[in-house]
């Protein structure tokens, strides 16, 4: 049985692969070829771009992807949408796709575009967007460098964006959020009918999820005395609650925990003088929850 999975290609493509890598499945391309294989002999992989992801996972090209969920949207198709994996290439917050226009323009809201042309890659989801608020806009397929376009190619754009950091680069100004959107594992329904290639990706959902909740984080580990724990454990914003176990000397006891690695440069120091000692950071792979 061989399970073949989407990798998106393009801006996504470098973080997902490291993100395979993090969860212990690495995926070897090969720069002038689309295909790419794994560690795992059973599993083999695609370079496909987001915006197509969802119509060959649907299709049964591929038995499982990653794309956003503004192009699963986007397609209309019927897939199944496995996990949410919140990531992205300079946070692991969402993206949005919001209504701009330029700094000078009249317009303030969506209801003020009508019969204006609206430029954007998510035609499909935009011309739903208007339609909701009965307002006849004229939505144009933009291929690429929508930022530019207005004012003289279109009136107002629809585009994605993480930071607003382009947008503004380009003197535009958001008026309101059309869609927020963010990478989905998505699988074909008939492959996910498949009890082996169900559990297949259902690992891989799992694996990546964990590989993504130990971003940021570190565990620490320390030895206290008894005497001292709660002041200790007072300076610990656990994950969970740490894990607190015996050690051979009774009066001592060994904490093992996760924090967020910036937080380390201020903890550390806190717990030391809480009376911690032995204390011991190390990285994380995966933390699954």
Not at 54 to 70: F, S
């Amino acid at each position: 049985m061989k399970l073949r999975i989407g990798i998106p290609k393009g801006s996504l493509q470098d973080a997902t692969l490291q993100l395979f890598a993090r969860a212990g499945l690495p995926v070897y391309t090969n720069g002038r070829s689309y295909f790419a294989s794994t560690s795992d002999p059973d599993v083999d992989c695609m370079l496909i771009r987001a915006q197509e992801m969802a119509r060959y996972v649907e299709h049964g090209a591929i038995d499982a992807g990653l794309t956003g969920l503004d192009w699963v949207i986007e397609s209309g198709l019927e897939v199944v949408t496995v996990s949410d994996l919140v990531y992205a290439k300079r946070s692991r917050g969402k993206v949005q796709w919001v209504l701009a226009v330029p700094e000078d323009s009249p317009y303030q809201r969506a209801e003020d575009l009508s019969q204006r042309i609206v430029a954007t890659e998510l035609v499909n989801v935009t011309r739903q967007y208007f339609a909701k608020k009965g307002v006849e806009a004229k939505v144009e397929f933009s291929w690429g460098a929508t930022e530019v376009k207005p004012p003289m190619l279109a009136d107002a754009i629809v585009e994605v964006t993480e930071t607003g950091s382009s947008l503004r680069a380009n003197r535009l100004r958001i008026l309101e959020t059309v869609l927020e959107s963010n990478t989905q594992l998505i699988a074909n329904q008939g492959a996910y009918g498949d009890p082996a290639k169900r559990r297949k990706i259902e690992n891989l959902a799992l694996m990546l999820r964990g590989a993504m909740e130990a971003q940021g984080r570190v565990g620490l580990m320390l030895n206290v005395r008894k005497q001292h724990l709660d002041p200790v454990l007072a300076v610990l914003p656990a994950l969970q609650k740490p894990t607190i176990s015996q050690l051979s000397d009774e009066g001592w006891l060994a904490v093992n925990t996760i924090i967020d690695e910036s937080a380390a440069w201020e903890i550390i120091p806190r717990l030391k003088d809480a009376q911690a000692q032995g204390i011991v950071e190390y990285p994380l792979n995966k933390v699954v929850l």
